[in-house]
């Protein structure tokens, strides 16, 4: 659909806005009185979240045009079918979902809430890459959080498996001094390495990460990235997820879309189903739910 026909159809002037984005596909921009949010129809990335009174949530590269069958570096990219490189053999790292169109399904506000609904569905295209039948829903919405719903259904008539992840760059003022919260006893593999670990207190982030945390059995965890620089805390609350990932290259990691200097101003903190392995088989007609939500706040002590 063009621009003018999903302005049309699912837009509402001041809440839901569609214009031009990446390689002819169209973006939007969801608003209300609790801020607002940029998703990029193709490959489902969040590219902003601005909470209102507060900066920027998310680090965006400078790069701002990619075609299609790129990756979209910055923002917060979806990963899926796999996250990382290890669950299935000979897929491209972070799988093919954020290199794909989605489609607009629906929209809804409220006062209180404004929401876009995307999907994708398998076709010829995916089946090359991936031979199962799914349906992928995406659900980003605006209210006092930026939430993230992220469902996954197996459409086809044998079980596969999978791993999927959020992948939030988090803009700090400097990584130095930043901290991450919420992962004390937590074993992890250095993915640098594949040494063992176990954290013990908050997590510093004066080096360069690449940490995969095994996460304790529980309903929901809560994660929160401390900036001193900025003087504020990014709250973030995961269900569905086994493990989550805490990156930042460093200096010497380089990474297509950044300028120098660019590994100083973000970190991630990404929460997964699984790691590294696909998580249990999915049969089919079941559904597996990841959901996250973000939250900028004042700094805690």
Not at 147 to 159: A, F, R, V
Not at 166 to 185: A, E, K, N, W
Request: hydrophobic share 40%.
């Amino acid at each position: 659909m063009t621009v003018d026909q999903l302005n049309s159809r699912y837009g509402a002037p001041g809440r839901i806005v569609f214009h031009p984005g990446f390689a002819g596909y169209p973006e939007v921009v969801l608003a209300n009185k609790y801020g607002t949010a940029e998703i990029a129809l193709l490959g489902a990335n969040v590219l902003s979240y601005r909470p209102t009174g507060h900066s920027p949530v998310l680090f965006r590269p400078a790069k701002r045009d990619y075609n299609r069958g790129e990756s979209i570096h910055g923002g917060l990219p979806v990963c899926w079918p796999q996250f990382g490189r290890l669950a299935i053999e000979g897929m491209a790292a972070h799988g093919f979902a954020r290199v794909m169109p989605f489609e607009v399904r629906g929209t809804e506000y409220t006062e209180d809430m404004t929401e876009i609904t995307l999907g994708l569905k398998s076709s010829a295209e995916t089946k090359a890459l991936w031979p199962h039948d799914f349906d992928l829903e995406y659900k980003v919405s605006v209210s006092m959080k930026l939430n993230l719903k992220l469902t996954t259904k197996n459409t086809g008539d044998g079980p596969f498996g999978f791993t999927a992840g959020f992948h939030p760059y988090f803009l700090v003022r400097d990584r130095d001094q930043t901290t991450v919260r919420g992962l004390d006893g937590c074993s992890y593999v250095d993915a640098r390495d594949m040494s063992d670990h176990v954290l013990a207190g908050d997590l510093s982030m004066n080096t360069e990460a690449d940490h995969v945390f095994t996460l304790p059995p529980a309903p929901k965890h809560e994660f929160a990235l401390l900036d001193a620089g900025l003087g504020r805390a990014v709250a973030m609350v995961s269900t569905g997820s086994g493990s989550a990932v805490v990156w930042n290259p460093g200096p010497q990691g380089k990474i297509a879309d950044f300028e120098d200097g660019d590994w100083r101003r973000f970190v991630c903190v990404e929460p997964v189903t699984a790691w590294p392995k696909a998580v249990s088989a999915l049969a089919p007609g079941e559904s597996h739910v990841l959901s996250a939500a973000v939250q900028s706040t004042a700094r805690q002590a």
